[in-house]
T-cell receptor
Framework: ETGVTQSPTHLIKTRGQQVTLRCSSQ?????VSWYQQALGQGPQFIFQ???????GRGNFPPRFSGLQFPNYSSELNVNALELDDSALYLC???????????FGPGTRLTVL | GENVEQHPSTLSVQEGDSAVIKCTYS??????FPWYKQELGKRPQLIID?????GEKKDQRIAVTLNKTAKHFSLHITETQPEDSAVYFC?????????????????FGKGTKLSVIP
């Protein structure tokens, strides 16, 4: 059984640019959730995907968008980057109907 | 107030002593309460979870208790070891509304930095 993986590990962007982060879910898991973790804070829910559709969204603006693919992998896209978007972005996979979420190692995004 | 409150924010204990971290939540319909351990620079790792149909769950040195009436749950670590040093997060599924729609979201506390002193 393979765990959740994310790429890239680190990323540096400048304000106004766009970024795409990737996540491969744990083997057999069909639901992916994305979280933003600012330094010294707990993870904050961005959105969840199931069956390639958004299945719940947190209090994040529309410039945060996502995709889920038929193999259950997922992307997080952020447009018009702002300095406050600097954070660790975590994805977590789970099975629909099972509350347990397993996290990937995260992507550290720095916006200059 | 916050939907999931966690206390204390920092906790120092001597090796071998017990550590207790407490959380309260706002949504009486919440029914799943996980605890995650996050070491510096690493992913949050699920260490134990509890569902609302039980009041206590134990796994070796780690236990979680839940009081649904009072809407609080606690993590207990006994016989602490230096490798227990990390940030611990509690979480609960909380119903949140956004742009006219709503969903249950896994909502985290702000974390407790546990230091176990050898």
């Amino acid at each position: 059984e393979t765990g959740v993986t994310q790429s890239p590990t680190h990323l540096i962007k400048t304000r106004g640019q766009q970024v795409t982060l990737r996540c491969s879910s744990q083997s057999g898991h069909n639901t992916v959730s994305w979280y933003q973790q600012a330094l010294g804070q707990g993870p904050q829910f961005i959105f969840q995907y199931y069956r390639e559709e958004e299945n719940g969204r947190g209090n994040f603006p529309p410039r945060f968008s996502g995709l889920q693919f038929p193999n259950y992998s997922s992307e997080l896209n952020v447009n018009a980057l702002e300095l406050d978007d600097s954070a660790l972005y975590l994805c977590a996979s789970s099975l629909v109907g099972d509350d347990t979420q397993y996290f990937g190692p995260g992507t550290r995004l720095t916006v200059l | 107030g916050e939907n999931v409150e966690q206390h204390p924010s920092t906790l120092s204990v001597q090796e071998g002593d017990s550590a207790v971290i407490k959380c309260t939540y706002s949504d009486s319909a919440s029914n799943y309460f996980p605890w995650y351990k996050q070491e510096l620079g690493k992913r949050p790792q699920l260490i134990i979870d509890i569902r609302s149909n039980v009041g206590e769950k134990k796994d070796q040195r780690i236990a979680v208790t839940l009081n649904k009436t009072a809407k609080h749950f606690s993590l207990h670590i006994t016989e602490t070891q230096p490798e227990d040093s990390a940030v611990y997060f509690c979480a609960a599924y909380i119903f949140e509304e956004y742009s006219g729609a709503g969903s249950y979201q896994l909502t985290f506390g702000k974390g407790t930095k546990l230091s176990v002193i050898p």
